[in-house]
């Protein structure tokens, strides 16, 4: 076992893992749509209020963070980035008044996910935020 696992059960780890790699796939799957001029991106952007030409740039960061995140070495850095990301897609349906469990909230389920899944696969993030002593 590595340092990270050490102080977890496999259980807990495995449970991480694909707790992550739920997130990553899903993210991937968000990214890569905003980068081709699909109809249903065009028309959710400007339901948002963003210009359609703006898709581009937040899949490439999407991406791009969701990489860090699924990087071991950089993935505390990737959920940094994941959770504003993630903040401003909840601004962004806070303002355009969507449904609140199904549309605003969800990346908060997404960041629990994300951090959870994170939490359970790396002792440096338990050692930041620890929920027992």
Not at 29 to 37: E, S, T
Not at 60 to 86: H, M
Request: proline share 5%.
């Amino acid at each position: 076992m590595s340092s990270q696992t050490a102080s977890i059960s496999k259980g807990a780890y495995r449970t991480g893992v694909v707790l992550s790699t739920l997130v990553v796939i899903f993210l991937i799957f968000d990214g890569a749509i905003k980068l081709v001029p699909l109809q249903v991106v065009i028309d959710t952007m400007q339901g948002l209020g963003y210009p359609p030409e703006h898709a581009r740039l937040i899949g490439v960061i999407t991406l791009a963070a969701t990489v860090l995140y699924a990087i071991p070495r950089t993935s505390l850095l990737g959920a940094v980035l994941l959770t504003g990301l993630l903040g401003g897609a909840i601004a962004t349906n806070l303002r355009a008044s969507t449904p609140i469990f199904s549309h605003l909230l969800f990346g908060v389920y997404l960041g629990a996910l994300m951090w959870g899944g994170l939490y359970l696969r790396d002792a440096r993030v338990r050692a930041i935020l620890p929920l027992l002593r």
